[in-house]
C-alpha cells in the first residue's frame, strides 16, 4: 500500500456512484495526484433516501479502486438533483474540478433526451468549475494500418 502524502492543492470531486466503471474514480485519481489535492468521491441521493446509510460495497469498490494510487481520498453523501448538489458541493470545498463519468450509449435515445439527461451538460451549465467527461467504455482505436490510409 502506498501511503498518500498530504494534500496541498483544492480538491478534485468526483461523482461516483454504484456499478459506475473503475476507470471514472481512476482517472479522478490521477488529476488529485497531479494537483497533489484530496479526492472528494461523492455520492448524490434523492431526497427519500437520503437518511439511508452510505452504500458499504460502494466505499469498499473506491477502497480496492484507490489502494495503490497514493491519494487521500474521502467520501460525501449528497441529497438532491445530481448536478446541482455536485456543483454546490463543489464550490463549497473550493474544488479544483468536477470528474463525471457517461452513460452507457443507449441506442434509443435521442440526441435530445442524452442532452438533456446529462450530469455533464447540465454541471458545464451551472458552473464555472472545469468538468472531465470520462467515458463509460473506452472506444476500441482503429489499427495502424487504419490511420495510415
Request: negative net charge; glycine residues 6%.
Amino acid at each position: 500500500m502506498v501511503e498518500p502524502s498530504l494534500p496541498q492543492g483544492p480538491p478534485v470531486v468526483v461523482g461516483v456512484t454504484p456499478g459506475q466503471p473503475a476507470s471514472v474514480v481512476e482517472q479522478a485519481a490521477r488529476c488529485a495526484q497531479a494537483f497533489g489535492s484530496e479526492l472528494i468521491c461523492a455520492h448524490v441521493r434523492g431526497p427519500a433516501s437520503a437518511s439511508e446509510p452510505t452504500d458499504d460495497e460502494l466505499v469498499t469498490h473506491l477502497a480496492q479502486t484507490l489502494v495503490e494510487d497514493g491519494v487521500t481520498w474521502s467520501t460525501r453523501v449528497l441529497t438532491g438533483d445530481i448536478a446541482v448538489a455536485l456543483g454546490q458541493f463543489a464550490n463549497s470545498v473550493d474544488a479544483a474540478m468536477i470528474v463525471v463519468g457517461t452513460h452507457e450509449r443507449i441506442f434509443s435515445t435521442s440526441v435530445q433526451e442524452f442532452f438533456h439527461r446529462s450530469i455533464a451538460v447540465q454541471l458545464a451549465h451551472r458552473q464555472q468549475r472545469p468538468v472531465l467527461v470520462v467515458p463509460a467504455r473506452v472506444p476500441s482505436m482503429p489499427s495502424s494500418s487504419h490511420l495510415a490510409s
